[in-house]
């Protein structure tokens, strides 16, 4: 199952509202993951089952979509969001990934 | 606390074999399964495979398949990823990763900090 994220890059300002899509070759219902990499560091869970809130992250994070089209957007931009986001999808074996979106400060 | 820490970074000759080890502190290894998903520097995630300890269950990536093997210590409460037959392409850094949730495949909560192996020719 391959799965495009657009855009593949970003730029925004802190403050601002920003979406990332992600779309899958296939219908996976509702298994897909976000994760966000700083980096030198490695991904951290941000939300799961498209659109539950891992323990501990930001609600300026959600998450949306089912079947093939998903979102992750952050409400308010903050200093520490800047990085790369990539979508992952637990629908079955072999589980994939994106290919990124880069956030960057505008 | 839980975490996955993983042994240090490697340097290794073409055709060679490297062995990666990730520790899990703060739960038993055993109770959760464990992905390895590796990352050339600036590109995407590729995953590798995956590993139930519980009941000895592996799935391998088939891009690597013959070439990747899972094993583990549950005294040393560790899991290792053994590459063989190492090819410059290889170069990434490797991580492991928890699986959360009741099923599987399921989303991966916990990381470890990843290993840089480099392979020269």
């Known amino acids: 199952i391959q799965l495009t994220q657009s855009p593949s890059s970003l730029s925004a300002s802190v403050g601002d509202r920003v979406t990332i899509t992600c779309r899958a070759s296939?219908?996976?219902?509702?298994?897909l993951a976000w994760y966000q990499q700083t980096p030198g560091k490695a991904p951290k869970l941000l939300i799961f089952?498209?659109?539950t809130l891992q323990g501990g992250v930001s609600s300026r994070f959600s998450g949306s979509g089912s079947g093939t089209d998903f979102s992750l957007t952050i409400s308010s931009l903050q200093p520490e969001d800047f990085a790369t986001y990539f979508c992952?999808?637990?629908?079955?074996?072999?589980?994939?990934f994106g290919q990124g979106t880069r956030l960057e400060i505008k | 606390q839980v975490q996955l820490v993983q042994s240090g970074a490697e340097v290794k000759k073409s055709g060679a074999s490297v062995k990666v080890s990730c520790k899990a502190s703060?739960?038993?290894?055993?109770?959760?399964?464990l992905h390895w998903v590796r990352q050339v520097p600036g590109q995407g995630l590729e995953w590798m495979g995956w590993?139930?300890?519980?009941?000895?269950?592996?799935k391998y990536s088939e891009n690597l398949q013959g070439r990747v093997a899972f094993t583990w210590d549950l005294s040393a409460n560790t899991v290792y990823m053994e590459l063989s037959s190492l090819k410059s392409e290889d170069t990434a850094i490797y991580y492991c990763?928890?699986?959360?949730?009741?099923?599987?495949?399921?989303?991966?909560?916990?990381w470890g900090q990843g290993t840089t192996v480099n392979v020269s020719s």
């Open positions: 990763a928890r699986e959360g949730g009741s099923w599987s495949p399921d989303y991966m909560d916990v």
């Open positions: 703060g739960y038993p290894v055993i109770n959760y399964a």
């Open positions: 590993m139930n300890i519980g009941d000895g269950d592996t």
């Open positions: 296939q219908a996976i219902g509702s298994y």
């Open positions: 089952a498209a659109s």
């Open positions: 992952h999808q637990l629908q079955s074996y072999p589980v994939t």
